[in-house]
């Protein structure tokens, strides 16, 4: 594959690597791959850098995945010095704050902050290398106006910058999105591109990753696939689990809690394979309608294996009981501590205002 990669012309790592995102616990576990306060130095000397084990807590996960990205754009300068702005750009951390505030405390949905930014970009960047490796010319460099740097940076900043809109508003996030990425691409590929027609081209695969991301409407070009489908393979317990305890228990947060571990690495038959683990069958919902139908719905599909198992122990609880008190399920946890969530009564209160304001008919 690496030899068929190099006659296309495209410059590619000398191993494919694996993306494994793990959450098993409110600890950090001891799984190997790069670990908070390691360097990547001392992994590629021991050849450990082509295998990443992300875990709980959440919070550590954001030095993994900078860690992951900068070995994986290490031979890519423009790629690696727009992520190295991006990270420490004082609009993007403000953009990705305030849109896990809308969507986690205003909406109640799961984590659409800076730490899914980095996560999804080190899923996106694992993705497009593995296409690369296989010979797989994304869009920008099918169409001859750039190379696989011009890729790896289009993935890396379309990923990252992808649900800056949530904070305007979910509705419409995507196009919202557009618009707040601009100033912040300009800013950061101006100094990268001495060519203006060329940055503005490969300016515009980034936007349109953006506003495809969401499948609304769906990707057209490899690299929008990548960041739809990078995005849809954050779907561990840890992103659920914050919004769960805030009280958001619906069939998103339930599911989400029901999923262990995902992998992506080099696929058997095709150039991509990810593996999804799952401590509840009730994690096939994160599986079927978020990750499956991204890969189904984006150009990727051709080139990506999905498979999807729980665990040989079998299923572990998750909830333990749900009561109705009033106009509220109580929901007890299987920790033993209890969430009250509103019933959803707008289906009735929508009834109900529509038999108000109904001509009452004549006697």
């Not at 349109?208 to 070009?221: E, K, S």
């Not at 690299?223 to 779907?235: C, K, L, Q």
Request: net charge negative; charged share 20%; glycine share 10%.
């Amino acid at each position: 594959m690496a030899e068929q990669a190099e006659q296309s012309g495209q410059r590619c790592r000398g191993t494919q690597g694996t993306f494994r995102l793990d959450v098993l616990g409110g600890t950090p576990q001891e799984m190997g791959g790069v670990q908070p306060g390691e360097s990547v130095a001392s992994l590629q000397k021991e050849g450990l850098e082509s295998q990443l084990h992300f875990t709980t807590p959440r919070a550590k996960l954001i030095e993994a995945a900078q860690a992951s990205i900068r070995s994986d754009l290490s031979e890519y300068p423009r790629a690696l010095a727009a992520f190295e702005a991006l990270q420490s750009d004082p609009e993007a951390l403000a953009h990705w704050d305030m849109a896990n505030y809308i969507t986690m405390r205003k909406l109640g949905y799961n984590d659409h902050g800076r730490v899914h930014a980095f996560i999804t970009g080190a899923a996106g960047i694992t993705i497009a290398h593995l296409l690369l490796d296989a010979g797989v010319k994304p869009d920008l460099i099918e169409s001859g106006i750039g190379d696989a740097d011009d890729v790896l940076l289009t993935v890396i900043l379309g990923t990252m910058l992808h649900d800056i809109g949530n904070q305007v508003h979910r509705a419409g996030h995507e196009m919202h999105g557009v618009n707040l990425a601009l100033p912040i691409l300009d800013r950061i590929m101006t100094p990268l591109y001495g060519d203006t027609f060329k940055r503005i081209k490969v300016r515009s695969f980034i936007l349109g990753a953006i506003n495809c991301h969401d499948l609304n409407p769906p990707p057209l070009t490899i690299e929008g696939g990548i960041t739809a489908v990078a995005d849809g393979t954050d779907i561990t317990k840890g992103r659920g689990r914050k919004a769960f305890k805030m009280g958001s228990v619906d069939i998103h947060s339930i599911s989400a809690l029901a999923v262990d571990q995902v992998v992506i690495e080099p696929g058997e038959t095709r150039p991509v394979r990810i593996s999804v683990t799952m401590n509840n069958s009730g994690g096939i919902f994160q599986v079927e309608e978020v990750l499956a139908s991204k890969v189904i719905n984006t150009p990727l599909r051709e080139y990506i294996e999905l498979h999807a198992a729980t665990r040989p122990s079998g299923d572990k609880q998750i909830l333990t009981r749900v009561r109705l008190e009033g106009s509220q399920f109580v929901v007890d946890l299987e920790g033993g501590e209890k969430v009250a969530v509103d019933v959803d009564n707008s289906a009735a209160e929508a009834a109900e205002a529509q038999a108000d304001t109904a001509p009452v008919p004549e006697p």
